[in-house]
């Protein structure tokens, strides 16, 4: 699932869901870009991941900055 929120102050936020194949974990994540940033051609976000263990009622939250050549994450969880 994807949404698209804007703040009272036009930032863009975006939000996407995902769900574990075996319904365990869910992952929300959440970007919005940092504004004012140099240079003006390149973009960095802030994402907050929320990692939701549906089992053990648990709730893990990670903060993360990136720049334009991060593109992806991973997830591992040990039990």
Do not use: N, Q, W
């Amino acid at each position: 699932m994807h949404d698209v929120f804007r703040t009272k102050s036009g930032e863009e936020i975006e939000i996407y869901c995902f769900l574990s194949p075996s319904g365990r974990y869910g992952v929300y994540i959440t970007r919005s870009e940092v504004p004012a940033f140099r240079p003006l051609e390149t973009h960095f976000y802030c994402y907050h991941f929320t990692v939701c263990d549906f089992i053990h009622d648990t709730v893990i939250e990670y903060d993360s900055a990136c720049g334009p050549l991060k593109v992806s994450f991973s997830f591992y969880f040990s039990e």
